[in-house]
């Protein structure tokens, strides 16, 4: 059974911090991304790898950075918490030659930043 | 502005009718779309696709429909059943263009009642 599997279920916090959301898949896919999900706009793609050791920008990767050291790893960082990065994070990846199509999601971080 | 549109946020069926949730879309480069299912607190999970080339998906209970001209495309669900209850996501892509983005649309909230 495939698995995509993120680090927390729910974090709270503080402005300024540096934050670190982990995700972790088990079916040696090439694609990864992470998206936030906020009501009424959908998920909007913060960033996404197609290789270790790549990254791309996808279309709101202001104030996010992340790391893929590792195939099945893949790591968003928030360098300074702000309130409005509170959100539901969510984690995907999907084999290659299939980027745009099926992905596999986590179960989701509910990030609430006071 | 989106460029995948949901514009019902919610809907209610009564359990044994035909759902039908619409979707609509402004890029015409689009090529592929995708529907995705998420229960509350766990990550979408791939529902359905459809080509461009294709005008009908069929997958059981579920059926795409695609109306290219009007930029338009739908799911029927039938017969709903209470576990159809979630929120569904509409999704499309460029496959021969961009690979790196899957463009989501806000997310209708299906309720089935029994």
């Not at chain 1, 270790?52 to 960082?77: A, C, N, Q, T």
């Not at chain 2, 039938?78 to 649309?105: E, R």
Request: aromatic share 12%; with cysteine; glycine share 6%.
């Amino acid at each position: 059974d495939v698995k995509v599997t993120q680090s927390s279920r729910y974090l709270v916090k503080r402005t300024g911090e540096k934050v670190f959301l982990e995700c972790v898949q088990d079916m040696d896919h090439e694609n990864m991304f992470w998206y936030r999900q906020d009501p009424g706009l959908g998920l909007r793609l913060i960033y996404f790898s197609y290789d270790v050791k790549m990254k791309e920008k996808g279309d709101i990767p202001e104030g996010y950075s992340v790391s893929r050291e590792k195939k099945e790893r893949f790591s968003l960082i928030l360098e300074s918490a702000s309130t409005n990065q509170t959100s539901m994070y969510l984690c995907a990846s999907s084999g290659a030659g299939v980027m745009n199509t099926e992905a596999f999601f986590g179960q989701g971080t509910r990030l609430t930043v006071v | 502005d989106q460029q995948v549109k949901q514009n019902s946020p919610s809907l209610s069926v009564q359990e044994g009718r035909i759902s039908i949730l619409n979707c609509d879309y402004t890029n015409s480069m689009f090529d592929y779309f995708l529907w995705y299912k998420k229960y509350p607190a766990e990550g979408p999970t791939f529902l359905i696709s459809i080509s461009s080339i294709k005008d009908k998906n069929e997958d059981g209970r579920f059926t795409v429909f695609l109306n290219k001209s009007a930029k338009h495309l739908s799911l029927h669900i039938v017969p709903s059943q209470p576990g159809d209850s979630a929120v569904y996501f509409c999704a499309a892509s460029a496959l021969k263009t961009s690979y790196d983005k899957v463009i989501f649309g806000p997310g209708t909230s299906l309720s089935v009642i029994p």
